[in-house]
């Protein structure tokens, strides 16, 4: 967790940020080396040092030097504070052997990668981040059409005319929702969802191109008399004009196009919950109670 949480700022801050480490060496190191630091440093536990032992089982002798044990390295459950030497179970590899993941991931991995990987992440959310906002103006439209106050207060008055208790009451309902909702197919407890389709994309510059487009055109129509300069000039305010008005047609079409599937998303949650509540009070009025 420490070493994605290093690699998650570093996306943020870059080469730019760096700190101390190890503390009081008074070499930096950036967020990604740091990182990696930690990681060798889990990794030197199992592997041999300049002496050719590895620390990971410390003054066990016969895995340190008997051919037959000495590569077949063991994960085990803790490590001597001092020495690194593993104590308790040693098939720990759930998650002492994600040392190999570490090992295998500062591998291949570089600074380089790491920056470009981000910048395409931040780029695929902050993508997902407009469709979640566009998903959610779709809802609010849908519930400002539904109107949440009016459609809680249609839900149905229950009675119990033959003096059903408390208890019986709420354990019929329980059963009368469940049936409602297999016969419709329709959970009123669920939050209606806005399936509304993405608007189409909108050309912006539409102002800009027409103006260009404009330009072009109307230097050449001049060029035949002589006012190539007037004829753009004059191409350029038109083109532009008419560029505006089209980009601002299509947004205009754009809205209207996700009004109208919010409306009809409204009528359709209405008909379903009409639909329910018919069953949900014939269940109940089969029961003895009073559904108005």
Known sequence: ???????SFYLYYGDAFKIECPTGSGRMMNLFEVAKE?????????LRDERGRRPVYGGAEKFQSDPHWRDNILFYEYFHGDNSAGLGASHQTG?????????????????KKVLEAGRGRRRVRKERMMDRVFKVAIFVAV????????????DPIVYPAKGQNQQQMDK???????????????????????????????QKGGAVRGAAGGALVGAAVGSFSGEAGKGAAAGAAAG???????????NKKAAAA????????????????STYNRAYGACLEGRGYTVK
């Open 258 to 273: 996700q009004q109208q599937a919010a409306e009809q998303q409204a009528a359709e949650y209405n008909q379903k919950r």
């Open 240 to 250: 532009g004009l008419v560029g505006g008005m089209r980009q601002a047609d299509q």
């Open 38 to 46: 930690i990681a060798d440093r889990l990794a030197r536990i199992f």
């Open 1 to 7: 967790m420490i070493i994605r949480g290093l690699l």
């Open 95 to 111: 998650w002492t052997g994600v040392v190999a993941k570490l090992i295998q991931l500062f591998g291949f991995l570089d600074p």
């Open 143 to 154: 519930m400002l059409v539904m109107g949440i106050g009016a459609g809680l207060a249609q």
């Open 172 to 202: 019929d309902k329980a059963e009368c929702y469940g049936w409602a909702k297999q016969q419709t197919g329709f959970d009123p407890m669920q939050a209606p969802k806005a399936s509304a389709p993405p608007p189409p994309p909108q």
